[in-house]
């Protein structure tokens, strides 16, 4: 039998049970369920794509598999996890997603998603994924309706994960909550989840060569000046209506003659590029100076249009990749949350809120588990093979799990084989009065 690559499902898992083992536990000693236990049972319930802490606890208490694979050697029950995991700080469990992307680095799995040479796209977006008018704590954001005056309370989350426009995975970072900070009762924003964001990614990753992928809600000075303080490049969404000095200048430059326009036809689809280097962001800040680029894809009578700002300089030879670059940025709504939404993993549902960090700590496990499956979609050979003859993901999780909750197994590995390869049952026990 070969051996599980360095990227498998199971050589991942026990990445992830040694860091959990490292977080302090600061209960007493004698407590019955540890902690590192509790974090991987709801790392386990996210891996196995259970929708909700019922359908988990219904297995929990007869399911060997669960030690074998996930190394839990007391299973808690929904209220002990939920009990246990509310006062763990989400920063504890950040590390984590630093240990699996080091492990798929090191083992060349990234490598192919670089981009225009050295560089890696990182694109951020702010998504919503809980809301409610009656549940909520004090990390809630609070939106006060100026109408009926009920209040909605809400959590979001700022993810960011590198992308590659010919590649469908997607390497997710440790995302940052969007929550009312200790001590405060005034909202989050995304603006300043970002500046979080971006000094931890630095923290992380001092060495990585990043183009940072936004939309034009992110064409702004502070944030500007936030990358280039973090040595990160950038190819920002623009849109005219936020920036009318932007593109006053840029039509009085082409007016003068000193933009440039490139077109060529890729079969029906004509292709339209007009760029300006070196152009003031706006009138308040005129020492930002920016690379305008402005596109149109053109078929029969439809035409699309998109426009961004770089710090790259743009010449005819490099503004087809700035342009895929730019768009690529959709695959943090594609690729992540919209997966994360309706391929399986039930981001939307509430799977306990608590009263201090449950809500966070529970999305941030969530989005450890779609890492860890991106991972092995990147890398991993078997998963690579199984996840194409099951032809989805969802499909895949449903077998994956009908096997997990009904065989024992040794390890992940042997139930993707036995998805892949098939398998026979050589015998039925049924146990009961005779």
């Not at 006060?144 to 809400?154: A, D, H, L």
């Not at 280097?277 to 706006?282: A, R």
């Amino acid at each position: 039998m070969a051996v599980p690559s360095a990227l498998s499902a199971d050589n991942l898992v026990q990445l992830v049970r040694r860091g959990v083992e490292q977080i302090q536990d600061h209960r007493a000693a004698n407590v019955s369920i540890s902690l590192a236990d509790a974090l991987m049972a709801a790392f386990a319930m996210f891996s196995l794509k259970d929708s909700s802490l019922l359908e988990f606890d219904d297995r929990r208490s007869r399911d060997a598999n669960l030690q074998h694979i996930y190394g839990l050697a007391k299973v808690p029950c929904d209220t002990q996890m939920r009990t246990i995991l509310d006062p763990v700080a989400p920063a504890e469990i950040k590390p984590l997603f630093k240990q699996v992307f080091a492990r798929l680095d090191r083992h060349a799995g990234l490598a192919e998603m670089s981009y225009l040479g050295h560089y890696y796209l990182l694109s951020l977006d702010g998504t919503q994924y809980f809301s409610s008018k009656k549940v909520h704590c004090s990390s809630c954001l609070a939106r006060k309706s100026r109408r009926t005056g009920e209040v909605t309370y809400s959590h979001q989350m700022l993810g960011g994960a590198i992308v590659h426009p010919d590649s469908p995975v997607v390497i997710p970072l440790a995302p940052e909550p969007i929550i009312k900070q200790d001590g405060t009762t005034k909202n989050d924003c995304e603006r300043n989840a970002a500046k979080r964001f971006l000094a931890q990614v630095r923290q992380d990753h001092p060495d990585l060569p990043l183009i940072i992928v936004e939309d034009a809600l992110s064409s702004n000075a502070p944030h500007i000046r936030e990358l280039q303080k973090h040595d990160m490049r950038f190819i920002l969404g623009v849109k005219e209506g936020d920036h009318p000095f932007l593109f006053d200048q840029v039509r009085t430059a082409q007016e003068a003659g000193q933009t440039s326009t490139y077109e060529y036809d890729d079969g029906p689809i004509t292709q339209r590029f007009h760029f300006l280097n070196q152009v003031p962001l706006n009138e308040s800040n005129q020492d930002i100076l920016v690379n305008f680029l402005e596109y149109w894809e053109i078929e029969g009578d439809q035409v699309q249009h998109w426009c961004w700002i770089t710090d790259f300089i743009l010449y005819q030879w490099n503004v087809g990749a700035i342009m895929r670059g730019g768009r690529a940025r959709w695959k943090i709504e594609n690729e992540t949350f919209n997966t994360l939404k309706n391929q399986g993993y039930h981001f939307e549902h509430n799977y306990g809120h608590g009263q201090e960090n449950l809500s966070v700590n529970f999305a941030l496990l969530m989005m450890l588990a779609f890492l860890v499956d991106q991972v092995q979609q990147r890398a991993d050979a078997l998963f690579q093979a199984v996840l194409k003859k099951e032809g989805g993901r969802k499909r895949l999780w449903a077998h994956a799990r009908a096997l997990f909750y009904t065989l024992e197994f040794a390890s992940m590995t042997d139930i993707y084989r036995a998805l892949l390869y098939g398998y026979r049952i050589e015998q039925v026990t049924i146990l009961g009065p005779t």
